[in-house]
């Protein structure tokens, strides 16, 4: 079995709505060479605060400019620190946190606050969200299915009830890490760019409704707002990426100078960064399952933005996503496993019944083969 990868970053064909052009170059890196050079972002600097001067409130007024939803994390504390410290504004911070938090994630949360912004932290309700969890993980092989959702929705409630017209996100993950064109050219986050690209798998809210007896009313917060609210406050959710050049290696630095603190005792389970996905424990669970979906996980995603910002030759990514992608991530199936009451033999059937058959060596049972350590066998290799 043969993977055709890109000629220039370590993406592989396989990626959903990944597209590659006649010279081998992936559509990911086509939009990053198009950010570097085809895009005036004196101009699109200029729309940004020309755009969110009509949102700020005028001296002597009450209330919030804006709204940012905030994980804790290395981009949510750089968008906070640009909307108050760049733009003059005094935003509200909207915090869905999570499924298991992490002790630097906690931290990195409280830091927000200390930079001097107010942030509503979001306790959901546990169970409801402890059943769409296994259920995300049974039906479309994601852990983190309600997560996803709740970051989109539950910032988009806070908007429209609090009456805070202004949603700032951060990157445009489709702009990042590859998706259709339409996708990449959007500046707005709304309704339907959720449901395509928010990376929901083709399960909506409406399908959780049953689930362990949910109802509607308990699921309150992963439903979008009606268009009629939306419209009556104006809500327009814009991504920072589309208007200023997204390098996340720079943002690190300004964030740390800030007080976010990053994982001082080596990378983060599946893949060779201490910066990124630090808030959750299970994350390696996340990525583990697209890997044995799609043959490529996490250490493939960092390792392609390191080499198109030239932090590293795609030699040097080979070896990274080598050494890292795809190992059997021990720690966040222990949490899992505590989290959800499911043993071992349970879960590992579960992801074995996502993994591809075309990627993975198999015995004549029909058995997945795996080394030592627990990892699968390939059928492919980076190159
Ligand atoms: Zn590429």
């Not at 990868?5 to 396989?14: D, L």
């Not at 931290?107 to 259920?135: C, H, P, Q, T, W």
């Not at 910032?155 to 445009?172: D, R, S, T």
């Not at 198999?362 to 290799?381: H, S, T």
């Amino acid at each position: 079995m043969k993977i055709r990868y890109c000629k220039k970053c370590v993406f592989p064909e396989t990626k959903p709505d990944l597209h590659f052009n006649d010279e081998g170059i992936c559509s990911a890196c086509v939009a990053a060479a198009q950010k570097d050079k085809g895009i005036d972002w004196e101009k699109r600097k200029e729309d940004f605060f020309q755009i969110i001067q009509h949102y700020k409130k005028k001296p002597g007024e009450t209330g919030y400019d804006c709204l940012i939803p905030v994980s804790g994390g290395k981009d949510s504390t750089y968008q906070a620190y640009f909307m108050k410290e760049v733009c003059g504004m005094n935003p509200l911070c909207v915090c869905f946190e999570t499924t298991a938090v992490t002790e630097l994630g906690k931290k990195n949360l409280d830091n927000i606050s200390k930079m001097g912004i107010d942030v509503v932290y979001f306790k959901k309700n546990y169970n409801a969200y402890r059943s769409m969890v296994v259920e995300g993980f049974k039906r479309v092989g994601d852990e983190m299915w309600p997560n996803h959702l709740g970051i989109f929705t539950i910032p988009v409630n806070f908007a429209v009830k609090f009456n805070i017209p202004l949603l700032i996100w951060g990157e445009n993950p489709q702009q990042e890490y590859g998706g259709p064109l339409e996708s990449i050219q959007t500046r707005q986050l709304n309704r339907k760019w959720m449901e395509e690209f928010g990376g929901l798998l083709g399960n909506r809210i409406q399908d959780m409704v049953g689930v362990d007896g949910l109802t509607e009313k308990e699921l309150t917060p992963y439903f979008y707002p009606s268009d009629e609210d939306i419209e009556r406050v104006g809500v327009v959710g814009l991504f920072l990426g589309h208007y200023f050049f997204w390098d996340a290696r720079k943002q690190l630095d300004i964030v740390m100078e800030r007080g976010f603190a990053i994982k001082e005792d080596g990378p983060v389970e599946g893949t060779y960064t201490n910066y990124e996905n630090l808030d959750e424990k299970m994350h390696g669970l996340h990525d583990y399952l697209k890997f044995v979906k799609y043959g490529f996980g996490r250490a493939t995603d960092h390792a392609c933005i390191d080499i198109r910002n030239n932090r590293l030759s795609r030699a040097e990514g080979v070896k990274l996503v080598k050494q890292y992608d795809g190992k059997y991530p021990h720690l966040s199936v222990a949490t899992f496993i505590a989290y959800s009451g499911m043993s071992k033999e349970q879960i590992d059937k579960i992801i074995d019944s996502f993994t591809n058959t075309m990627l993975f060596e198999r015995d004549e049972k029909g058995i997945f083969k795996r080394d030592e350590q627990g990892n699968l066998v390939r059928k492919f290799e980076i190159e």
